[in-house]
């Protein structure tokens, strides 16, 4: 530890960084799973397997990965026209991009809700066509699209804003049509941003409880997530089972978020 | 800019100190926000002519399983007006807050006014929905709140159960599945009352709405001319307990303004504002005065399921009927 660096005051900073991680994270995450420890394996492996977890943890699981899917997608294009394209009203643009960071989700979820019911203003012409988009699996696809969005774009930004014109030029002078710059020289460049916009918009889109309640039905086996479940069980007074659910939850997230990494390592290594 | 904020914080505790207005914390459920409102009103001012001591009064408002978690995990209710007993009895089993014999400290079960449960229907009773049997019946929607977190959801949920289990001549696997195909036709379980109303009313969700009576002349009130309430051949009664949380009460030293609070509702000041926010007075003479709002209907009690404890294990704690009609 002898090397001199750039910040002093190592051993302070770290010692504040364990102490607040620890406050923050680690405790009351330790509390979780001692509760959650309390029912034993047997409980464990009872409410896990209980069917209307299950078809919660799918729903829950399955909306939110194709909420972030999507997101991914039009996060790259509105990005691309954010950062490429010079026009009137593009800073305004820009702003309303962080509108679902600092909304309520309590707020976005009953706004959803009133243009997607049956007597919306877009759920009317939806309905109309026989899709039911508020109080079903779509209406939860809808809102966790809505509050992932602005993380794909914001981590998209500053990589599209490094990620000059001269390259595609380039690969233009060495002959390569549009479709295969895309493919060989653009996307991979903003493959890690891409995988990590992804994780951050499926990660949030678990976890999200306060839109959700208010556009789903929530009804068993049908349209009630997760998050909706853990606190039905705590009105239930039934902590531990909440806690059990919860973790479950959390190990699942980790696990997945783990995988999503070794992906973006492995992309990393990749020669291009 | 600061200075000035912690000036006006000063200020305004000095003046607390000299005024000292005592405070109340009344934690009730959803739907009792408009008769509350009035009532406070009128309590303050009944309190102020008789001790000379301004009274602030504040509420709150949410689904009664709900509220009555929040008081146990230490919101500071000086008394809680809950939409039925058992949640009552959940505050003082797990939080020892007030003695178990709470509802024998005031008359008519601790229940100052009574309500039942009715069926809200479109204008014009397009649907021809007449009684219990009309909700089972395919392509109709029906709109009631989640039971494990609504109270009056519960009585929703004990009202259908009662009709059921009498046309089922008591056979308890047919009255199941009265009830599973009931909650086949709820296209959406919301938290709380207030949250149906609004999926009925105002998203036009579902052609029946399971509503205590007061809300449900509510929604005509607020929406004209969109509903129509229809009596079932049988309700429930439904007796919202009142109580003082005696140990809040005493730690914030309003136990004499608190029993004079949960008193001045079976005055006839405060049964009249209750008949006229459409909950059944227990007064004879206001009772009288609001009854072409309450007409007579055939109902049976909580006494009928042994009670809301037994009431509560056998039908809504986990793995009791309603997860039972969900299962597959």
Redesign the interface.
């Known amino acids: 530890m002898s090397k001199r660096r750039v910040i002093p005051g190592f051993g302070l900073s770290l010692g504040f960084t364990v102490i607040y991680l620890s406050l923050l994270i680690l405790i009351p995450l330790a509390a979780l799973f001692l509760k959650a420890a309390g029912v034993g394996w047997r409980g464990w492996l009872e409410l896990l397997t209980n069917e209307r977890v299950l078809a919660a943890a799918k729903l829950t699981f399955g909306a939110s990965a194709c909420a972030a899917a999507l997101s991914t997608v039009t996060g790259l294009l509105v990005t691309w026209v954010l950062v490429r394209y010079r026009f009137p009203g593009r800073r305004l643009m820009d702003a309303m991009i962080d509108l679902p960071f600092a909304l309520p989700t309590a707020v976005a979820g009953i706004t959803l809700t009133a243009i997607y019911a049956p007597n919306g203003w877009i759920g009317a012409y939806l309905d109309r066509i026989g899709i039911k988009a508020a109080y079903s699996p779509l209406g939860i696809f809808l809102a966790l699209t809505f509050i992932g969005f602005p993380f794909v774009v914001r981590t998209m930004q500053p990589v599209l804003e490094d990620f000059t014109r001269d390259t595609e030029e380039a690969a233009a002078t060495l002959g390569a049509g549009r479709w295969t710059t895309f493919r060989r020289v653009v996307l991979p460049a903003l493959m890690p941003a891409l995988i990590t916009g992804f994780t951050l918009a499926f990660a949030r889109a678990i976890g999200e409880y306060g839109s959700v309640i208010f556009i789903s039905g929530n009804l068993p086996y049908k349209t009630e997530i997760l998050p909706l479940l853990i606190v039905s069980k705590l009105e239930e007074f039934n902590v531990p089972a909440a806690a059990v659910i919860a973790s479950g939850m959390l190990i699942i997230s980790f696990a997945l978020l783990f995988c999503i990494n070794l992906l973006q390592r492995w992309l990393n290594w990749q020669p291009r | 800019m600061k200075t000035s904020s912690f000036t006006t914080l000063a200020l305004s505790f000095l003046l607390a100190g000299f005024n000292h207005a005592a405070e109340l914390l009344n934690v009730s459920y959803d739907p009792t926000r408009e008769f509350y409102a009035e009532f406070n009103e009128a309590f303050a001012a009944h309190w102020k002519a008789k001790t000379g001591e301004a009274v602030k009064i504040k509420q709150s408002h949410g689904g009664s ?2 509220q009555a ?1 929040s008081v146990i995990d230490g919101l500071k209710a000086d008394v809680v007006t809950l939409a039925l007993s058992g949640d009552i009895d ?1 505050i003082a089993d ?1 939080a020892n807050l007030l003695p178990q014999d709470w509802q024998a400290k005031l008359p008519n079960n601790s229940s100052p006014y009574t309500s039942t449960i009715v069926f809200v229907v479109r204008k014009g009773n397009p649907k021809g929905v007449k009684d219990w049997s009309d909700l089972v019946k395919p392509g109709i929607k029906v709109i009631t709140p ?1 039971p ?2 609504s109270g009056g959801a519960r009585w929703n949920y004990l009202a259908a159960w009662a009709y059921a289990s009498r046309k089922a001549g008591g056979d308890l696997a047919k009255t199941k599945e009265f009830i599973r195909s009931l909650y086949q036709n ?6 709380g009352a207030r949250g149906s109303t609004t999926t009925f009313a ?4 579902g052609d029946v709405f399971l509503s205590w009576e007061n809300e449900a002349h509510l929604i005509e009130k607020e929406f004209p001319g969109t509903t129509e309430i229809v009596i079932p051949s049988i309700s429930i009664l439904a007796e919202p307990p009142v109580a003082v949380v005696e140990k809040n009460a005493k730690k914030h030293g309003t136990e004499a303004l608190a029993k004079a609070y949960l008193g001045f509702l079976y005055t006839p000041e405060a049964q009249n504002i209750a008949g006229k926010h459409f909950y059944r007075p227990r007064d004879k003479a206001a009772l009288a005065k609001w009854s072409q709002n309450f007409p007579k209907i055939n109902l049976v009690t909580i006494a009928e399921f042994g009670g809301w404890a037994k009431a509560q294990s056998t039908h ?3 793995g009791g009927t309603f997860d039972e009609i ?3």
Do not use: E, M, W
């Open positions: 399983g709900k978690r959940v797990k989640n494990k977190t709820v296209p959406v379980l919301d938290t105002q998203r036009g969700i809504f704690a986990s969900y299962r597959k």
